[in-house]
């Protein structure tokens, strides 16, 4: 139904068209055969013998002379002679003439407007049935509200053929005035005039159709056949609707130049709505080239005609032009009318002081909340909400904040439901509800909204919250919101379509977040270039970008380099380059940099270079958990213990034989590393690090040769000699004693060092091996591979493998994976594993799962489902240790509702750490598991309880922070103090400490906390405890004197592994003394990790420069100082926020913007700024100077 406001603007066109029509039909009367020049000439003798005809009283020529006179045809134009003439004929009864009269009379023209007299004569000339007349007699009557005769004179009208009459009667019946209301009877007239050619019905009717209006069924085709009708008979509003559906595409192809064409023909006749349509095509760039200028010239012709409408869209196109003071004219001009939409717009320039609006939050609130709940304006929800919950002009409120997000969302906003969402997610205002959280996603996403998209990928890409994982949406929403450059959605796209081996389609996301700049996407691109993934192999290119990633510092990159030329891997293999990245990446605290030091080192035979490594990364936190921390502790304790001990005990921090027992003891007993049984019993046997006991001893090689299956022969030879059984055939093996510094002597050629009964063990396996015995091969191999003999070592393997001992076929694998008495070959070594595997060897496959979930450079690429099926058949040959990787790989992948179940198994079956794993997914709520934090906190105190090591410090943090449990100091203190005394946990020993020095453990003393440091620092080198032995050498704490160079020394072994706080100390101290160059690497790895006080630092640094002696150490560089001071605001430093406000306020760096600078200000005096933030708002609201002096800072 078309609305009335429309049906006033048809009958304003209806009476511009009968103005129209009666011009063409004077000029008609004066075209009567010809248009040639002879037939014009004659024109001014046709004036004359009309006016003679006129002047004898002839009403018919009276009539002509007047129109000829209100056309200048034949004479000069004359309206008001015209209206004399045109008076006189109808005075003397011409129904032509006393038509126009009335038509004066009503439209005003040269006389008043008279609607009296205007029906006296069109009452006139329609009682000489003039169908004109009949029909505007009809419709003044009807507007003045008499409907019954206004019927007669247009249904008289109608049988006279009057188009007008038949619209008017539409109109009527369309909207019930003075009839029954009968949409099928509005359309019979509409249509009769339509057939007609009558363009306004023309354009009723196909309006109507493409509305679906008066009864009709929505019919696009109908539309635009009666529009494209009206519009070619130059019908304006035709024109403009038929427009709007090109564009849109509605009924037919999109077609924004045919749009632009049919918005040009209807602007050239003044339609106003047009004029604005076109200042929109130049602004989009929709069938015309895209020009801003063009678009502001339309929107401002549009406006001067009176378009509320183009006067917004004026004031939006200028606030995205960054032109904030025109803007805000424009929305005031467009607020003046009553829209809504520019009220609002109004109302948040003042609520942020743009352009030259005034800075008056509190009158903007109260003028978005009369839009928001005094005229149910929905677009000013939002920004209520918004107001409430950043606290502008009103106080903070999340609550209604939430309220207004919800009346936002429920409106369709898309903004209020992504805000909607986001609240219930994080439990902002509203109780947390991730479930109904995804539902307002789901909506936003819907609409387009990018983050929204990337929020609702993370649902389906993790199966977070019950909701099944499910990749491919995951996949369409990544990419939703990468289309629309979004970073964080671009990484998580790419990662996505690697996981899934969607090389090639992972590229061009890849290059989009490299050519943003993302350091991430360029990363892994180089891994696609290098591997050849998805596209040609690209050396080159991949190096390219590694060594930009590794130039603006990308601990990865330096780390992915350093295993290119580690592995040999597209370029020649430089292991001393490798060392470099490595330890360049090491030094930015990569955990695998430090390990990968430690193999390389062992893998050159350099021990005393590899055992600080490896103890480094044995105690590193980040690598807590994991196989490697697992494999360096136990290098740590063999180093000590047997295998290199020498090198070991030249390193002044080693630990000692006693604690490498330990912790050989804890691997084997709290975390089932089952490589650690037989050396534990071999400690036991030999006395190293632990009384000697047999009985110990004959346990633990028992346990070795039940669940060591490589261990299995000799351990078994191991336990019949210590019960004295007379030991020979194929399952004996001999391993010789070793000196005290752990360099056996044992040979292939001399054995007079070894002891008289292992001697004779080593003939015996000889002469074994001699006669072709494969076992004797193996086990005498083994005895060459403890003693350090690899040459002799890799023969023996070699030679059992050639007769199909599997035993030696994987360690075979072993000497060529790890390159040991032969050149390094990963694919033979692969080869070797894979024979191994088919023999049902549960530990080959696991070391082939291993290499194809890691990979190794380019010649094995990484195979996660590979890798996932050799752990799979070496579960089958009975493998728990294969459940438990397999679940940690699903579980570093992000598929935690997998590894979740393959964790339960494995702790089903006895693995302790599957076991502290299931807890904590139950702590979390991760894979889909129900949260349930005092549940988990029961288990991890089961656990505990069992004396699992690394369940104490769990229980511990949980009783510390009251997670699962009420928070109990004395609780967090007792399994703090347990996991230290049981198993020497350095992490425990730091976190007693902490709570003496804060006055919440047994003791109070300074003297007691550094105690505890000390020996987390002696146990485990921990970092922050490293840290703050530091401060208490600094600052005399403890009992200690006063020493820098001391402090600085455990400031730089804290600060060696990644101990931010550290590293600002370190800064401090180097520039005390002057050693500029190296304060101001510490200063700034401690800015890159956060620490305010670098930032903070450095910003002052680069604003003022520093120099000494008129050497630059520092150069003045505002765009450095302004980032640095950034980043400090950002950890919530008033100070920097403070000084940031400044350079807005006075326009260092950046643009003058003094609201900015005032809402910084104000964020400055949130964060705690006190007096100097509240002088720098006050200075600023009465100061209008714009200085470039210098900040003092």
């Not at 930015?588 to 600080?612: K, M, N, T, V």
């Not at 699962?964 to 020497?984: I, P, R, Y």
């Not at 987390?1016 to 600052?1035: D, M």
Request: proline residues 2%.
């Amino acid at each position: 139904m078309i609305h009335m406001t429309m049906l006033k603007s048809m009958l304003q066109s209806l009476s511009l068209l009968k103005i129209l029509r009666t011009r063409l039909l004077l000029s008609g009367l004066h075209n009567v055969t010809s248009t040639d020049g002879e037939f014009r000439v004659m024109l001014p003798s046709a004036f004359a013998w009309f006016e003679k005809a006129s002047i004898a009283g002839n009403t018919l020529a009276q009539y002509r002379t007047g129109a000829m006179l209100a056309q200048g045809v034949g004479v000069k134009q004359d309206d008001i002679k015209a209206f004399d003439w045109f008076k006189k004929s109808a005075d003397a009864g011409n129904k032509y003439g006393q038509y126009l009269v009335g038509l004066h009379y009503e439209q005003g023209l040269t006389v008043a407007e008279d609607p009296e007299k205007s029906k006296e004569y069109y009452l006139k000339s329609a009682m000489q049935d003039f169908p004109d007349a009949q029909s505007s007699l009809g419709i003044r009557l009807a507007d003045d509200g008499n409907h019954t005769d206004a019927i007669v004179w247009l249904e008289k009208a109608v049988q006279n053929d009057s188009t007008p009459a038949l619209l008017k009667l539409g109109m009527m019946y369309e909207e019930g005035h003075g009839v029954n209301r009968n949409y099928e009877v509005a359309l019979v007239h509409y249509k009769a005039a339509a057939n007609r050619d009558d363009p306004v019905a023309q354009y009723l009717l196909g309006l109507n159709y493409r509305m679906g209006d008066l009864g009709l069924e929505q019919n696009y085709s109908e539309a635009l056949k009666y529009l494209q009708k009206s519009a070619e008979a130059g019908f304006p509003s035709a024109q403009r609707v038929l427009g709007l559906m090109y564009s849109e595409g509605v009924g037919c192809t999109q077609d924004h130049s045919t749009a632009f064409s049919w918005f040009q023909k209807a602007a050239a006749k003044n339609d106003v709505r047009s004029i604005g349509l076109l200042g929109n095509c130049y602004e989009k760039g929709h069938g015309v080239e895209q020009d801003y200028g063009r678009a502001l010239e339309y929107y401002e012709q549009a406006a001067e005609a009176g378009s509320d409408m183009a006067e917004y869209s004026m004031g939006q196109l200028l606030h995205m032009l960054k032109r904030f003071n025109e803007a805000f004219r424009w929305y005031q001009k467009a607020a003046k009318h009553e829209r809504q939409s520019a009220r609002l717009m109004v109302a948040r320039y003042m609520l942020h002081g743009w352009g030259d609006a005034p800075h008056n939050p509190e009158a903007a609130f109260s003028q978005l909340k009369d839009l928001a709940d005094k005229e149910d304006f929905s677009s000013a929800f939002f920004w209520v909400a918004a107001c409430y919950e950043e606290g502008g002009g009103v106080a903070k409120d999340l609550a209604k904040a939430y309220l207004y997000y919800l009346k936002s969302a429920n409106a369709g906003d898309v903004d209020g439901e992504f805000q909607v969402a986001l609240m219930l997610s994080n439990g902002h205002g509203v109780q947390e509800n991730r479930k109904d959280a995804f539902e307002w996603y789901t909506k936003a996403a819907a609409k387009g909204h990018k983050t929204a998209q990337f929020s609702l990928g993370l649902f389906y890409s993790k199966g977070l919250e019950g909701i099944p994982q499910d990749l491919s949406k995951a996949q369409v929403l990544f990419e939703k919101a990468a289309k629309q450059d979004l970073p964080v959605a671009i990484n998580a796209l790419s990662k996505l379509l690697i996981k899934q081996k969607k090389f090639q389609q992972a590229i061009p996301w890849l290059q989009k977040g490299a050519d943003f700049g993302d350091i991430t996407s360029m990363r892994e691109l180089a891994i696609l270039y290098g591997k050849g993934k998805g596209v040609q192999q690209d050396k080159s290119a991949a190096f390219k970008l590694l060594q930009t990633c590794a130039k603006a510092k990308d601990t990865h990159a330096l780390f992915m380099l350093g295993t290119y030329y580690h592995e040999g891997s597209q370029v020649e293999q430089d292991l001393d380059k490798a060392l470099e990245l490595y330890k360049l990446a090491a030094a930015q605290g990569s955990s695998l940099a430090i390990y990968g030091i430690a193999q390389i080192c062992h893998s050159q035979e350099r021990f005393a270079e590899a055992y600080p490594f490896y103890r480094k990364a044995a105690v590193d936190e980040a690598l807590k958990n994991t196989e490697i921390s697992r494999t360096a502790r136990f290098m740590v304790a063999r180093y000590v213990t047997s295998l290199y001990s020498a090198a070991a005990t030249n390193d002044p921090d080693s630990v000692t034989k006693a604690e490498a027992f330990t912790i050989l003891l804890n691997l084997a007993e709290r975390e089932q590393y089952h490589a650690a049984y037989f050396w534990v019993a071999d400690c036991y046997e030999r006395g190293l690090g632990v009384s000697k006991s047999v009985e110990d001893a004959l346990q633990w090689f028992q346990l070795a040769a039940d669940q060591c299956l490589d261990m299995t022969v000799e351990a078994e030879r191991r336990i019949a000699r210590l019960q004295a059984v007379p030991t020979r055939g194929d399952d004996l093996e001999c391993i010789p004693e070793e000196s005290e510094e752990g360099e056996s002597d044992a040979g292939s050629e001399d054995l007079s060092v070894i002891p008289e009964d292992r001697r004779q063990d080593l003939e015996w396996l000889k002469s074994q091996a001699d006669q072709g015995n494969a076992e004797a091969m193996y086990q005498l191999a083994r005895n060459f591979a403890e003693c350090g003999d690899e040459d002799s070592a890799f023969e023996f393997f070699e030679k059992g493998a050639e007769m199909d001992h599997i035993d030696s076929i994987r360690e075979l694998g072993k000497c060529y994976h790890r390159g040991r008495g032969c050149v390094r070959d990963i694919l033979h070594a692969v080869k070797l594993y894979k024979t191994a595997a088919a023999g049902k060897d549960h530990l080959a496959l696991t070391l082939l799962g291993q290499i194809y979930e890691r990979g190794v450079g380019n010649v094995v690429p990484r195979d996660p489902e590979a890798a996932s099926q050799c752990y799979s058949a070496a579960m089958e040959y009975g493998s728990v240790n294969a459940i438990y990787l397999a679940a940690q790989m699903h579980h570093t992948r992000g598929e935690y509702g997998t590894a979740i179940e393959l964790y339960r198994t494995a702790a089903d079956q006895g693995n302790v750490m599957a076991n502290v794993m299931c807890a904590r997914y139950t702590l979390t709520g991760l894979g889909g598991v129900e949260k349930d934090q005092e549940k988990a906190f029961q288990s991890l105190l089961k656990i505990a309880k069992s004396e699992c090591s690394e369940a104490f410090n769990s229980v511990a943090q949980c009783y510390e922070m009251g997670i699962g449990t009420e928070q109990n100091d004395a609780q967090a203190l007792e399994w703090f103090l347990k996991s230290a005394s049981v198993v020497k946990d350095a992490n425990a020993m730091y976190h007693i400490g902490r709570m003496i020095e804060e006055g919440r453990g047994t003791g109070q003393s300074a003297a007691e906390a550094l105690n505890w440091y000390q020996l987390a620092n002696e146990t485990g080198r921990h970092r922050s405890a490293q840290y703050k032995i530091g401060v208490f050498h600094k600052e005399g704490l403890g009992g200690l004197s006063q020493d820098l160079d001391v402090a600085q020394l455990y400031f730089k072994k804290a600060a060696d592994q990644g101990e931010e706080k550290a590293m600002q100390e370190l800064a401090q101290l180097f520039w005390m003394q002057k050693s500029y160059s190296l304060a101001l690497v510490y200063y700034e790895q401690a800015a890159s990790l956060g620490v305010i006080e670098a930032n903070f630092t450095l910003g002052k640094l680069y604003h003022a420069g520093f120099k000494v002696d008129e050497a630059t150490i520092v150069p003045q560089d505002y765009s450095s100082a302004f980032a640095y001071f950034t980043d400090a605001s950002n950890e919530g430093d008033a100070t920097s926020t403070i000084i940031l406000g400044s350079y807005y306020q006075h326009g260092w760096h950046v643009q003058i913007n003094r609201g900015i600078a005032l809402s910084l200000y104000e964020k400055a005096i949130e964060q705690g700024g006190g007096t100097l933030a509240q002088l720098a708002v006050a200075q600023l609201r009465r100061s209008s100077s714009t200085t470039t002096d210098l900040p003092a800072l």
